[in-house]
């Protein structure tokens, strides 16, 4: 829906910017603008400033930038039109209707949208009568208490064939609506009547993102196929773009609470009750890509939680295939693994659920990595042919990322990644096993094993996406990372002397390098900060299996100078002989890495590659040891 430009224009000057702002942030009047902590990134000195009288919202810390109806959007998890419906109810202002076909619509959604709200009530209340007694039962038994029931309005279809009709025609709703809202079946045979779609089943209310009923999961008690019967698609329901959970995962969303995709209903309940309030679920298919740019409004990188069996390994590559031509800047996937036979419900049931699944989120492997073990896993890599088929399908994999930019590091990202495997294969002699891990068995990777068929799939296929495990190349300059990561936030006063320099340095491992950032950043918003405090900040945003990597015993076993009681200037004396070793090093690594491709490809666009890349490492070289004199 759009609006009319004067309407827009009226309900920002009617809304005050700082009144809205000042109910999540605490503003400071500095003159003519107000002050505080920004509500998108954590900080500790204010440098989110609010300008009331042109009307818009920064942050110069992390960029965030905006009118008052994007601030509700972005804080509150809310579309435009319905951040202006809420901001324009705040004011009294009546939110305009573009026609009468529109205005049509709406009555005839807001009649749906009152029927499926009277069914669900109908089936709460049936639960807790004797008709409901199966049902109640049965969500005992799955350890759901009264709270639990009450918060997803669970409730029971009573095995009748006109009894919803009965209960929703005695409030005045009529026949086809009920139809139309998916309640009724209409038999093709004219002669026979409409009856109740559910029947004898538990009743899982779906509700749309603003909390509204639109749709019902109905379980059945018995035998009867099938054991899931949903609402069919109607005005207000579209089975591929909602997903089960979704206003409370919204609302987990905005503490930063991880977004969880599982199978089923009965898995959500149970994640929420054990504090994985943002937990969803696909509505009986696999999960599409309107449900993907659902959860991507939540988080950058929600988690796939999936079976370890074969159905879990075919979810996977679907999602996978879904995804990849969505991708953009920052947004992607990650997928994680049940035990084989185990499902989020029979987790928490365990003593250590909690822990468990936690441990099994941690564990969770980006897109990228599963992509490779998809086509890698399992396949024999020793002949120049098959080395060639092994590139070419990558490459058709990756072609079909839609993003130009995320085209090019996933391109990147394999090729180097190849280059290691077909290296390791000539270190061995040319052997004919095949890439131990990571690919979905078919008949087309499943040559050269012996001694049995082993499941590539979810195991890591040779080594693994830079930030994940490392490529032997880099294993050196990853220490040289770490010690250089670790002395800093032992001592937090380097910073002053070293902080330019790591500024513009890159480290050879993403996750390292995201450290490296966010380091940065703290020790730049304030320099005061003690190790401890940097720390904590770190495992707050989300941090801390890197900084655990870090500071580790085996990486402090190099670097004797690191430790946290080491005088500042021999602190500073070792940190400075890394750093000299560790740019060389990426000097080396790139160049080695540029002549190989040059090697491979002698053609004049490959050439001015080439050149360029020499070029700037020279450039990035000169630049680092300026700063270092």
Same mark, same amino acid.
């Given at each position: #829906? ?83 419906? =809420? ?5 009294? #202002? ?10 049509? @619509? ?10 499926? /709200? ?10 807790? #009568? ?137 898995? =959500? ?26 959860? +991507? ?74 992509? +490779? *073990? ?11 042919? @098959? ?19 995320? *085209? ?10 190849? +280059? ?26 499943? *040559? ?24 032997? #190349? ?26 330019? @320099? ?102 004049? /666009? ?7 890349? @020499? ?15």
């Amino acid at each position: #829906m759009s609006f009319p430009q004067s309407f827009l224009d009226d309900l920002r000057a009617r809304v005050g910017l700082a009144d809205i702002v000042g109910t999540s942030v605490k503003l400071i009047k500095r003159g003519r603008e107000y002050s505080g902590l920004c509500p998108f990134h954590s900080e500790k000195s204010p440098s989110f400033t609010v300008n009331e009288q042109k009307g818009f919202y920064h942050c110069f810390g992390c960029g965030a930038h905006g009118d008052v109806i994007s601030f509700v959007m972005n804080t509150r998890g809310l579309t435009f039109v319905e951040a202006v419906e =809420v901001l324009a109810n705040q004011v009294g #202002m009546d939110v305009p209707k573009p026609s009468r076909e529109a205005q049509e @619509r709406e009555k005839k959604a807001k009649t749906l949208y009152e029927v499926m /709200e009277a069914a669900c009530v109908f089936y709460e209340r049936v639960l807790h #009568m004797p008709e409901g007694r199966e049902g109640l039962e049965y969500f005992r038994r799955r350890g759901l208490d009264d709270k639990t029931i009450s918060e997803f309005r669970l409730g029971f279809a009573p095995d009748n064939r006109g009894a919803l009709k009965a209960a929703l025609k005695r409030e005045e709703f009529d026949e086809p609506l009920m139809i139309e809202a998916g309640l009724l079946i209409e038999p093709e045979d004219q002669g026979r009547q409409t009856y109740d779609r559910f029947r004898g089943r538990v009743m899982f209310p779906i509700l749309d993102r603003r909390g509204r009923v639109v749709a019902f999961g109905g379980r059945v008690m018995g035998d009867t196929k099938p054991k899931y019967l949903n609402s069919p698609d109607t005005p207000l329901f579209h089975k591929g773009r909602l997903l089960y959970g979704l206003p409370q995962a919204r609302e987990a969303s905005q503490q930063d609470a991880p977004i969880i995709v599982t199978e089923g209903y009965m898995d =959500v309940i149970a994640l929420h009750r054990a504090g994985f309030r943002g937990a969803v679920a696909p509505l009986g298919t696999a999960v599409t890509e309107e449900q993907i740019g659902e959860l +991507w409004k939540m988080t950058n990188e929600p988690i796939l939680c999936l079976d370890g069996d074969a159905a879990g390994k075919r979810a996977a590559v679907r999602a996978a295939e879904r995804a990849l031509p969505i991708l953009r800047p920052g947004k992607s996937l990650l997928f994680s693994i049940l035990p084989e036979g185990e499902d989020p419900d029979s987790l928490m049931a365990g003593a250590n659920g909690f822990a468990s699944f936690r441990k099994i989120l941690d564990s969770a492997v980006p897109l990228a990595e599963l992509v +490779w *073990r998809m086509e890698v896993g399992g396949r024999a890599t020793d002949t120049p042919e @098959r080395r060639a088929a092994l590139e070419a399908d990558i490459q058709k994999r990756i072609s079909a990322i839609g993003d130009d930019a995320v *085209r090019s590091q996933y391109q990147s990202m394999f090729r180097d990644r190849i +280059w290691q495997l077909f290296k390791g294969d000539r270190a061995k002699g040319g052997g004919s096993r095949p890439v131990s891990g990571g690919g979905y068995q078919n008949k087309k990777f499943s *040559r050269g094993g012996k001694g049995g068929r082993k499941d590539y799939f979810w195991e890591p296929a040779g080594k693994a996406v830079p930030g994940m495990s490392r490529p032997p #190349m880099q294993k050196r300059r990853v220490v040289q990372d770490c010690i250089l990561l670790v002395t800093l936030i032992n001592h937090p006063h380097l910073h002053e002397d070293v902080g330019e @320099r790591l500024g513009i340095y890159t480290c050879a491992d993403s996750d390292l390098d995201n450290l490296r950032r966010a380091v940065l950043k703290l020790l730049d918003g304030d320099p005061g900060l003690d190790s401890e405090t940097i720390k904590a900040h770190l495992e707050r945003d989300g941090l801390s299996e890197t900084v655990l990597r870090v500071v580790g015993a085996d990486i402090l076993a190099h670097a004797a100078f690191a430790r946290p009681e080491t005088p500042l200037e021999r602190a500073r004396a070792g940190w400075e002989q890394v750093f000299s070793m560790a740019v060389s090093s990426l000097e080396d690594e790139e160049a080695k890495y540029a002549v190989r491709q040059l090697a491979a490809d002698i053609s004049e /666009e490959e050439w001015e590659r080439f050149s360029h890349r @020499r070029d700037d490492l020279a450039r990035r070289r000169e630049k680092v040891f300026k700063l270092d004199d």
